[in-house]
Every structure is written in C-alpha cells, then in structure tokens.
C-alpha cells in the first residue's frame, strides 16, 4: 500500500527580470515588470532583494551586486510597466563593472543588457547622465533616507527656515494674546491705550509758561 501524503499548494515565484547599464559612478537598473503590486524593496550596500505582485503572479529578486554601492545615495522610482532604480557605486571606478552581480551563473540567467541606456565606457564623456527624474523613492536599507542631490548643509539651512517660521508663530501668539487683553481691558481692564489715566501726562511737563501781557 501507499500513503500519499497531501501537502498545500503554494504558487511559485518568479525570478523577475532584470535589465542594467553603468556609468563610472553609477548603475541604472531596471525591474521589467507592468503594473507592480505590493511591492517591497530592500536595498543595501551589496545586495538588492525585491517581492512583488504583477496579474496575480508573485515575482521576486536577490541580488549580490559585484561590488558595494552607497545606498543612502541610491533612490527609485514604480512606473506602470517597470521599476527603475539608480544605484550609486560607493567608490568611483576608473573601469566599468564586469557584470553587474557576483555571481556570473545566476546574472546569465537573470540579468540583460539594457542598450536603451548603455553606452561605451571609451564613450562615457559623450554620454548622457542617467535620467533620475521622478525618483524620490528612499532606498536606505529598505527604510528612511536623504534624496540624491540633497546634502546635509542644505537641509539644516531648510531646517534654520523652519525655524525662523516657528518664531513668527510665536511673535503671532504674543499678538494675539495682547489683542485679547485690550479687549479685556474695554470691559474694566486697563485702557486700551496703555498706562494709568491717574497719572499725569508727561507731555504738559515740557511746556513753556505763558507769559502775562
């Protein structure tokens, strides 16, 4: 006899594809998957792991790239037929990457070319940067992070502006609360115009005598 021993179905993922150029500092890479769901991202220094839902199909990456890059600096960006991705290199290289992975066997079967974006590394001058319009994803660790082209001098001047913003709200509470207490003062306050009405005016002090004709 045979026992056959029912296990639960559970759909597989798929490796989604990947596409990637390169410039000396940095690398464009590009997840070819339409109208992305649910997706979760996750990068650090040397890796990339990506989950994501496409026409109710799971699709998933991991990825250890060929070298570190500075995720920090990195950022992203979900459009309706891919997610693209700039990656900073941490260190500038004077010669282009290999491959973008460090394992040459799993980039054959996942990683292309992207010639859209490729260019010649004797050709790098010539070259166009990469378009990074639109891509205000943060890429630190999957978490929080400092947009590419804002640096920390900035943002504390930003930071000083608030500031200075929180100081009017103050001098506008101090306003109104001095407004309140003139009013205050019309029903048995302090006159409006400020002072005690007993006290002479300081003004008569200062004017001369007439002299009798």
């Known amino acids: 006899f045979f026992f056959l021993k029912k296990t639960p179905f559970t759909m597989a993922s798929n490796s ?40 109710g199909q ?28 700039y990656l900073v290199k941490k ?4 010669e282009f990457w290999p ?3 460090e394992d040459k066997v799993k980039e054959k079967g996942q ?7 490729y260019v010649d590394e004797d050709e790098e001058d010539e070259a166009e940067a990469f378009d990074t319009d639109g891509m205000d994803g943060s890429m630190m660790g999957g978490g929080g992070g400092m947009p590419p082209g804002m640096d920390m001098e900035a943002l504390m001047k930003q930071m000083g502006g608030m500031g200075g913003m929180g100081g009017a709200d103050g001098g ?4 109104m609360a001095k407004m309140k207490g003139d009013l205050e003062g019309g029903a048995g306050g302090p006159a409006p115009g400020g002072g005690d009405d007993d006290e002479p005016d300081s003004d008569d002090d200062d004017l001369p005598d007439l002299e009798e004709s």
Not at 58 to 85: E, H, N, W
């Open 58 to 85: 799971d699709y998933t990456c991991d990825l250890s790239f060929f070298k570190d890059l500075d995720s920090s600096a990195s950022t992203y960006k979900v459009g309706p037929r891919s997610i693209q991705m």
């Open 16 to 55: 989604a594809p990947i596409k990637w150029a390169q410039r000396s500092d940095s690398v464009y890479l590009t997840i070819s998957i339409p109208d992305v769901t649910d997706e979760t991202i996750t990068l650090s220094d040397s890796s990339l792991v990506f989950k994501g839902k496409s026409s």
């Open 99 to 101: 491959r973008l992975l």
């Open 91 to 94: 260190e500038k290289e004077e």
């Open 111 to 117: 990683v292309k070319i992207d010639w859209d974006k």
């Open 172 to 175: 506008m509470a101090e306003m």
